[in-house]
């Protein structure tokens, strides 16, 4: 087509557009091939913790459906696929001493040799929340450094063995915010503690367990296998709720509770100094030999992010740095389209303003590895209704937009994006296919 002398702005060719599921929204099968429980299975099946009581027993039945799933990929014309692999899949009981699954191994390879033989690429995260039941009730799970880290190390050196020949990039963790925040602290997802010493035990736990796995990938298998490997970190982009000096800051307080705690050990190497000026002795230390292994202990920046929120200084929440988000202005506007989840409104240009940021700050190149649109109310609508997916496609257009910009205008080093994909732990659709 001609474009009148106009210059159309482009991602590079190299750019990778694909989509991304986590192993328990989409499995199903939960007591097949050998699999051992985790501790979603046993979460979601208490009264109460799932709204409409729903679980992951079936999902979208995607252990059994696998190569109709990579077929539908296939039609939609992608690059790439991230999908997790459960670890109880893997090594039921999950513990380093404990019996591996081959059944599972089998399985993960059959879908990861489907997926190159039609050309898409597989980012493989490692742990996407379901950790096996078997290591919380053994020794308290994500809350014993030592046990934790090293058997999480003996997994992914397990999974780096069996896949590596055939898988380029991989994630340690996805969003290490919602296992310690959601799982520890107000205990909405599993193992639903509720406690305000534990969420910041657990991160700190989890990012050891992230960097020490990221070493024996760089130790063991980097040379022969040559992949990329980093973490997965969620935010939302936080804009002031007006100019006060009070809500600038908190704008920044707010951004370094749910980011900078993990991006700044892991890409500077120290916890951020708001975050330790609130938490003092509840925030562990590193020691300088673990500082070493955990700071640049991430190859690319995997970013989660949906939404934009304004931010006023106050409230007791501590687990978002004293800060209280919404999302409608000073003059009674609201941010963007309300979507089914009440902390998400679209809201394209806070998308490119936290690309440019991260980019800016920890100059590493940036995958966004989810980013999607629960339609409000779309479980009520007629299928025929649902499926013409007008605020969907709008939010879409409005993000990938507003990266396009990041990119071709902020100078943003973005190389992938993959849009979200499965059964909701919240109960709401997030998917592209009915
Ligand atoms: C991020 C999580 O990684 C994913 O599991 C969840 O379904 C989406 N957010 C949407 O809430």
């Avoid at 380093?96 to 879908?111: M, V």
């Avoid at 050891?208 to 130790?219: E, F, G, N, P, Q």
């Avoid at 973005?414 to 909701?424: L, P, S």
Wanted: contains cysteine; glycine residues 10%; proline residues 5%.
């Amino acid at each position: 087509m001609a474009d009148h002398g106009k210059t159309t702005a482009k991602l590079p060719k190299e750019f990778v557009w694909g989509y991304a599921t986590a192993s328990y929204q989409i499995e199903g099968s939960s007591d097949q091939g050998g699999r051992g429980p985790s501790i979603w299975d046993t979460f979601s099946k208490i009264p109460g913790k799932i709204s409409d009581g729903s679980n992951g027993d079936v999902a979208t039945d995607s252990y059994r459906l696998w190569k109709e799933d990579v077929a539908l990929l296939k039609s939609y014309g992608v690059k790439a696929y991230r999908f997790s692999l459960s670890w109880s899949r893997i090594i039921p009981q999950g513990g380093k001493n404990d019996k591996i699954n081959q059944e599972g191994l089998d399985h993960y390879r059959s879908l990861l040799e489907e997926l190159i033989k039609e050309g898409i690429v597989p980012f493989v995260t490692l742990y996407h929340w379901d950790l096996p039941q078997e290591l919380h009730d053994r020794y308290g799970g994500w809350l014993n450094k030592e046990e934790i880290v090293e058997d999480f190390v003996n997994y992914a050196k397990i999974c780096f063995a069996a896949f590596g020949d055939i898988v380029k990039h991989w994630i340690t963790f996805n969003e290490p915010w919602c296992i310690s925040i959601l799982g520890y602290g107000n205990g909405i997802f599993a193992p639903g503690h509720v406690s305000n010493t534990e969420p910041w035990i657990v991160s700190h736990n989890v990012i050891l367990a992230h960097a020490y796995a990221v070493k024996a990938y760089r130790d063991g298998f980097k040379a022969i296998q040559h992949g990329v490997i980093g973490i997965t970190l969620d935010a939302h982009w936080l804009i002031p709720y007006d100019d006060s000096p009070e809500n600038v800051e908190a704008a920044k307080r707010g951004l370094d509770f749910k980011l900078g705690r993990y991006a700044d050990p892991i890409y500077e190497g120290h916890y951020p100094a708001r975050v330790k000026a609130i938490l003092k002795d509840r925030l562990p230390a590193f020691s300088p030999d673990e500082i070493a292994v955990v700071k640049d202990s991430s190859d690319f920046f995997g970013l989660n992010t949906y939404t934009t929120q304004l931010v006023q200084n106050k409230g007791d929440d501590e687990f978002n740095g004293l800060v209280t988000t919404g999302s409608t202005r000073p003059d009674g506007t609201q941010l963007g389209c309300q979507s089914d989840m009440p902390w998400l409104q679209t809201y394209g240009p806070g998308f490119r303003s936290l690309l440019s940021y991260l980019w800016e700050r920890y100059k590493k190149p940036i995958y966004v590895t989810e980013n999607g649109f629960p339609v409000k109310n779309e479980n009520d609508l007629p299928v025929e209704d649902a499926v013409r997916d007008v605020h969907r496609q709008g939010y879409y257009q409005d993000y990938t937009k507003a990266l396009l910009q990041a990119v071709t205008k902020d100078g943003a080093d973005v190389r992938g994006y993959f849009a979200w994909n499965n059964f909701e732990w919240y109960a709401v659709r997030h998917g592209f296919y009915f």
